[in-house]
Structures are given as C-alpha cells and as structure tokens.
C-alpha cells in the first residue's frame, strides 16, 4: 500500500488542492449551527471516560440531565477516537470537531481515488473522487445534518471495494487484514450505513469472483474455496476488531428504548423524496426532513452526478449494438451504475413494498440514507468516463473534456460545502449555560435503560436526589465521583431509602462499607434506590461489565494484538531487508 501511495502521490495532492474549498471552513475560527449538535458534548464524555480509565466508554454521566445512560454502548464511537487523537494536540472541543471533519473529507477523497484508480486510471481515479467528495449529499452530511457517524461510514465505502478486489485478484494475506480493518472502521462508524452497505459489497464480490475465476464456466467459482475462506476470515475478523461495540449492540440493545428511533416522526415512510428532488432541485437549506417533498433540506444527487452515469450507460448500449459485442471494461461501470440507481430507488415512495418485505432494512431509519451508497456508485461509476472520452475523440480532445468535468463538477458543487449558519463559538459557552442544557437533554429518550418510564425532565443533584421520609436529616462527605461510579459517606438520622442519582443498568453495583448489598429500581424514572439503616453509611456505586462486555472486550483486544503483531512484523521484515 505504501509504494502504491508513492506512486500516486502527485495525483493525491493535486486532488487535495481541488477539493480544499470543501474544508477551507474548518481554517477560520467559527463554529456553524447543526441538526445533530451533539458532536462536542459526545467528544467531550468520549475524553472523561479514558481519562476516568473506562475504556471501552459505555457510559456517559453527563447526559440524560445529569443522570447518565449507555451512549457508546450503543451508539458507534469511531469519530470520537480520531477527535481525541486530535485532541492530544491541545487543540479545543470546537477546533476538534472541526479537524475531525476536515479529516473525513479528505480520507474520503484519498481512498476513493486509490480504489478507483486502480480500475480505471488515475485520471478516471480523479474524476471519480471528486465526484465523491463534492456530491451533495456529501455537503448535507457535514455542513447541514452534522451527522458525523454516517459521514465517517463513508469513508470506508471505497476502501472495503479496494481490499476485497485485491484480495479477490492476489489471494494475499495482507490484503484480509486491509478488508477487516475496513469493515471494521464501518461497523464502528454507523451501523445502518454497514447494514445496507453489504449487499452492495457481496455483489461486488460476485463480479470480481466471475471476472477473475471466468464468468462462463461458474463451476470455477465453486472450485476455489481457498478465496471464499479468505474472504469469509476477514469478515470473522472485522466482527472480532469491533466485538466491543457489536456485540453489545446486537445483545444488550434489549435493555434500553429504542423503540422511539423507529416510530412517529422517525417512521421511514415518512421521509421518503421525490424524482424532482433527486434529479432537478437545486433547493439547499439547513430546515428538516418532513412529509412530503418540502423537505428544509436538499437530497439532490448531484446534476452532473447523474447526468455522466448516464451517459456512460446509453454509450455502452450505442456501442454494444454498434459492434455487435460488449466491451468488458465497461461492464463494471454499467453494473455500478444499476446498483447506484437501485439505491435512488430505494429513496422513493415506490420502493415501499421492499422496505415493508425487510423489515430489518427499516432500521436505517430515513431512505434518503442511501444517498449515501448512490453518491458512492455513482461517483465510482463515472470513473470510465475518460476511456470513453478517449474512445471517441483524439488525446488532445479527450484530455480537454475531462479537464472540462473537473472544472464543471468544482463549479457545480463546492457552493454547497460551507455552513449556511456560523459565528464565533467557545468551549466554554457550549459547555454551559442553556447551551450546557440543550446538549444533555437532546435525544434523552435515545438509548434510556427500560427500568425507567419517562425521562427525567429536571436535573439530577449531587449524589443524592432525595430520601423517604423526606425529614431525614443527612450528612455527606468525602464524595468524589468517575465517569462509570461515584463514592460517598453518608449518615442518616433513621431508617430512610435513599434515592441515588444514577440511573439503573446492568451491571450497575452498589457496595456499602465494602459490602456488595442489593436495591431497587425507581419505576419511573429508573434511578436505583436504596434502603439503609440509621448511621453512619459508606457508599460506593459501580459500573461493572456484563458477560456480554467482558468477553467482547478481551475478543477486540486479542484480535487487535493479532492483527498489530502481524503489521509490526511485516514492517519490521520489510526494514531488514532495506539494510
């Protein structure tokens, strides 16, 4: 990988040059309005819980009004990691959330050219990531919805193509590690993004079994099980890199509510779009999806996003009926093409009958999230277009107007790529104040422990909400409180119950006087409860991990020592043999 890097490095830095407008934003000192504006307070119980030592984070304490719930237990927490890498540098939560985007973007534009100038060339690489990084819904993701996990998904759409193709055409090892580490970096990201995102790649690898193993003879394809285990370990192995994460959410998801994620205003049939919005608006706003097609916000694909895909189709058929057989280099991209289009489909009302036949499709929430896999085949798709233009014109010609799409698709699409809302913005003032409240309370109902009927609609004290009776008289002192726990001393004037303010989850323990000892759960707003005698009390409350945890996390951990160990060595074998 990095002497293919090397060898394409020019092409990489003319791209990133093209393509700064995108993040030219992200150099100035202002922050912008959002629709998901959790990403700094999320980045912030990212960094108490390593700091506190709780790692993996399952929970935050701030959120939920104080009372805390399972945010990362649940809700995929890659771009968190990248912004406390970045964060190490002293930069603020503002700058963090800002650096963490531009990264994405740039990622995004790198892996799409490596995967598709493997295929197509580097000038077809070119064109293809810039269509990647500059479709609109690319800009939507960022700069409007906020949505850092699926922007982040995103990156990983062209490196899980690349690796599997490779791995597909070499059978080399490494390559099973790239694929894992890509799925991984996808299953982390966002799960809807991963869900709908496999029979996208199974069908990828389909084509590239076929065009390797012979697309006549399929008995070929049943003869070389050595790749299909190859391609079945890397799957085994991503699920082992993010078992932390995945299992959790596949076996623990029955502990909190998560039911108000999928009805109401977040039922899919709500959100679905129209052909003019896809193919003819140029609307672009920062208001909400709502019914109908007056939606605040654009889900257009991309004029000339669709309009070269096009193209590249009806000169396949021109072309095939010209000559009288069909030119197998642009097999792929028509393949691409119908895939990238079935996800259009699948963002309108007439694609209702699958959505209802799957109903686990339903769980991505908004059908015009697969926006995201139509920029992602589209754009790689018009990656052929330079051999066609070449095909057709002289090289001088044919150099010209693949200059001229570059130029078009920048023109077209980088007005898109800046806030419509900004100013100047602080650590400080987002991290108080009603700014403080808004944050901690948005989406309160997201992932809250079942043990509680409604969430808490007012802040929660220190340490302790309340006692029954309410004329017990009490002392605290010596409390101190973590991220995942809390301790105190206590002294009550008579036998009282005390209401602690934490909110129940497995496996939530209390010890009083070093003493495991048992309590209840508030039914209503499922803090845990105590009851304690009159005295002198030393309370400590603790976080500990299920089964399902700790074996998910010493899965991950031993996996990720493997795949390190492998690297390492390589790297280390490769040194050698420099000297």
């Not at 257009?300 to 000169?315: A, K, M, R, T």
């Not at 990238?340 to 908004?366: C, D, E, R, Y």
């Not at 009490?474 to 001393?489: A, L, Y």
Request: aromatic share 18%; charged share 15%; net charge positive.
């Amino acid at each position: 990988m990095i002497s293919f890097l090397k060898s394409k490095l020019l092409w990489i830095i003319l791209l990133i040059l093209i393509i700064a407008p995108t993040f030219v934003f992200f150099l100035n000192h202002d922050y912008f309005n959002m629709h998901d504006d959790m990403q700094m307070v999320r980045q912030l119980e990212m960094e108490k819980c390593l700091l506190d030592g709780q790692i993996p984070c399952r929970w935050t304490p701030d959120l939920g009004f104080g009372y805390g719930y399972p945010l990362f237990n649940f809700y995929p927490p890659l771009p968190y990691f990248v912004g406390e890498v970045i964060r190490i540098t002293g930069v603020s939560f503002v700058t963090t959330i800002k650096i963490t985007a531009l990264v994405q973007i740039v990622l995004s534009a790198i892996f799409m050219f490596i995967l598709a100038s493997a295929i197509f060339g580097n000038l077809g690489g070119l064109i293809s990531a810039l269509f990647y990084t500059l479709s609109p819904y690319h800009a939507v993701n960022i700069y409007i919805r906020g949505a850092m996990n699926e922007a982040w998904a995103s990156v990983f759409f062209p490196l899980i193509f690349y690796f599997a193709y490779k791995l597909i055409k070499t059978k080399e090892f490494r390559f099973i590690i790239g694929l894992s580490l890509s799925w991984t970096g996808l299953l982390l990201s966002h799960n809807p993004m991963a869900l709908t995102f496999a029979p996208f790649f199974l069908i990828w690898c389909t084509y590239w079994l076929a065009d390797t193993y012979g697309f006549k003879n399929i008995l070929n394809l049943l003869k070389n099980k050595n790749i299909y285990s190859k391609l079945l370990f890397s799957g085994i192995l991503a699920v082992f890199l993010s078992a932390f994460f995945t299992l959790p959410v596949l076996l623990e998801s029955k502990f909190v509510q998560i039911e108000s994620m999928f009805t109401n205003y977040y039922y899919f049939s709500v959100h679905f779009i129209s052909v003019s919005q896809l193919f003819l608006s140029s609307f672009w706003g920062d208001g909400p999806s709502v019914w109908g097609p007056y939606d605040g916000m654009s889900y257009s694909i991309g004029f000339l996003h669709w309009l070269i895909p096009l193209i590249i189709f009806f000169y396949f058929i021109l072309n095939s009926i010209k000559n009288k057989k069909i030119d197998r280099k642009l097999t792929l991209p028509v393949m691409i093409f119908f895939l990238g289009m079935f996800s259009v489909f699948m963002t309108h009302n007439k694609s209702t009958f699958i959505w209802n036949a799957i109903p686990l499709v339903q769980k991505i929430q908004f059908p015009w999230r697969f926006l995201s896999h139509a920029s992602f085949l589209l754009s790689l798709s018009a990656g052929i277009f330079p051999y066609i233009i070449h095909k057709l014109f002289k090289n001088k010609v044919s150099i010209f107007v693949s200059i001229l799409l570059i130029i078009s698709v920048v023109v077209l699409n980088t007005i898109y790529f800046r806030p419509l809302q900004s100013g100047p913005l602080s650590d400080e003032q987002k991290f108080s104040g009603l700014a403080w409240r808004n944050q901690i309370t948005s989406g309160i109902y997201d992932y809250l422990p079942k043990t509680a009927q409604k969430a808490a609609s007012y802040p929660a004290k220190d340490y302790i909400d309340k006692t029954e009776p309410e004329d017990t008289i009490t002392s605290i002192w010596g409390q101190k409180k973590g991220t995942d726990w809390m301790f105190f001393n206590l002294s009550l004037n008579k036998d009282s119950q005390v209401f602690i303010s934490q909110l129940a989850f497995p496996n939530f323990m209390v010890y009083d006087n070093g003493q495991l000892i048992t309590y209840s759960i508030e039914p209503e707003l499922g803090r845990i409860v105590l009851s304690l005698k009159t005295g002198d009390h030393q309370i400590y409350v603790k976080l500990h991990n299920t089964p399902v945890r700790t074996i998910s996390n010493y899965l991950s951990l031993a996996t990720w020592v493997f795949v390190l160990i492998y690297i390492s060595r390589g790297l280390w074998i490769k040194s050698i043999y420099k000297k």
